[in-house]
């Protein structure tokens, strides 16, 4: 694991629900660490992609959580890529509450798609940084 691995609420890495999706709280049987689910206990495939691959040039539409729609907003503000969206989520100190608000008023994101991708950040930073 590396240094970023306990960047999580609570100091410790997810496995299964994120709290205020799905069932809620913790999936007592979720197995793998750091996977992230809003109602099933598998990841995505674009939130596997996403983390497990190199950022490059990839547009924002690629988080998770973020569509295309969202992707046009980000760019009015100059951040239409993947990194500029890390960027903003190193900037406010990697802080849950602040990157929500943030997707939130820049791209219209609602709560649980601004989750979905702090936490798919958040799972790229452990595995790349």
């Known amino acids: 694991m590396s ?3 306990t960047d999580s609420p609570a100091g410790k890495r997810w496995s299964g629900c994120y709290p205020g999706g799905g069932e ?3 999936s007592p ?8 689910c809003a109602r099933s206990s598998t990841l ?10 190199p950022m490059l040039e990839k547009p ?22 993947a990194y500029a969206v890390l960027g903003k989520y190193l900037t406010v100190d ?5 990157f929500k608000n943030w997707l939130h008023e820049v791209a219209g994101t609602n709560s649980r798609n601004a ?3 702090y936490y798919a950040i958040a799972d790229w930073c452990n595995n790349f940084m």
């Not at 046009?72 to 100059?78: A, D, Y």
């Not at 990697?94 to 602040?98: A, C, F, G, I, V």
């Open 3 to 5: 240094k970023a691995g």
């Open 94 to 98: 990697r802080d849950l509450s602040q």
């Open 60 to 81: 924002a539409s690629s988080l998770p959580g973020l569509s295309k729609m969202s992707e046009c907003r980000l760019m009015c503000v100059g951040c239409g890529t």
């Open 24 to 26: 809620g709280g913790r």
């Open 115 to 117: 989750t979905l991708c």
């Open 44 to 53: 995505s495939r674009k939130y596997q992609m996403f983390v497990t691959e």
């Open 29 to 36: 049987d979720a197995g793998q660490e750091g996977t992230f």
